[in-house]
T-cell receptor, first 115, second 114 residues
Framework: EPEVTQTPSHQVTQMGQEVILRCVPI?????FYWYRQILGQKVEFLVS????????KSEIFDDQFSVERPDGSNFTLKIRSTKLEDSAMYFC?????????????FGEGSRLTVL | GENVEQHPSTLSVQEGDSAVIKCTYS??????FPWYKQELGKGPQLIID?????GEKKDQRIAVTLNKTAKHFSLHITETQPEDSAVYFC?????????????FGAGTQVVVTP
């Protein structure tokens, strides 16, 4: 069964450092997303990406965040200067939409710990 | 924007009993309501979804009902098994606007005891 894969599974970083989280969406999918889940809280939408550009972003997704699809397979989330409050589980997701199901397929997440 | 409330936050059931989780949403324009199951250390996985033109949908032991007038939807799991133990999230979105922008509920920790 096709799946969304994410690396790293866990990253520990110092406050102020740059972090890049990587995702390989399902190969024939067209829409890509990042969500985050702070421990004990809701899963929150960060950004959606289609046709090589951001289609929508939440208020959480400020100038410290950026996304990129550098090649045909990877989808990355960069946090330029991490803060303590960026500590969370970050989930990548993708869907095809053309399938008409709307189902989002989530990766297993990257846990980011900012010290 | 959309706000989704989910209850209860924890639910303990005996194996074989039924479990019901309820969600309400605020935006009457929302038209897609998926339910996700999240097992420890894994990402959310879709278990069932319903669209606003349908009142009920069933898939084996799980079913979802939607009341558009009251703006609430519920997940029903019958004949629960220990492997049903997980966190369950409801969500809502407006597919004509932004298909994958889901607004999640806070989650329900379901524990099925043998």
């Amino acid at each position: 069964e096709p799946e969304v894969t994410q690396t790293p599974s866990h990253q520990v970083t110092q406050m102020g450092q740059e972090v890049i989280l990587r995702c390989v969406p399902i190969s024939n999918h067209l829409y890509f997303y990042w969500y985050r889940q702070i421990l004990g809280q809701k899963v929150e939408f960060l950004v959606s990406f289609y046709n090589n550009e951001i289609s929508e972003k939440s208020e959480i997704f400020d100038d410290q965040f950026s996304v990129e699809r550098p090649d045909g397979s990877n989808f990355t989330l960069k946090i330029r200067s991490t803060k303590l409050e960026d500590s969370a589980m970050y989930f990548c997701a993708s869907n095809g939409v053309w399938q008409g199901t709307g189902e989002l397929f989530f990766g297993e997440g990257s846990r980011l710990t900012v010290l | 924007g959309e706000n989704v409330e989910q209850h209860p936050s924890t639910l303990s059931v005996q194996e074989g009993d039924s479990a019901v989780i309820k969600c309400t949403y605020s935006d009457s324009a929302s038209n897609y309501f998926p339910w996700y199951k999240q097992e420890l250390g894994k990402g959310p996985q879709l278990i069932i979804d319903i669209r606003s033109n349908v009142g009920e949908k069933k898939d084996q032991r799980i079913a979802v009902t939607l009341n558009k007038t009251a703006k609430h939807f519920s997940l029903h799991i019958t004949e629960t098994q220990p492997e049903d133990s997980a966190v369950y999230f409801c969500a809502a979105s407006l597919t004509t606007d932004s298909w994958g922008k889901l607004q999640f509920g806070a989650g329900t920790q379901v524990v099925v005891t043998p």
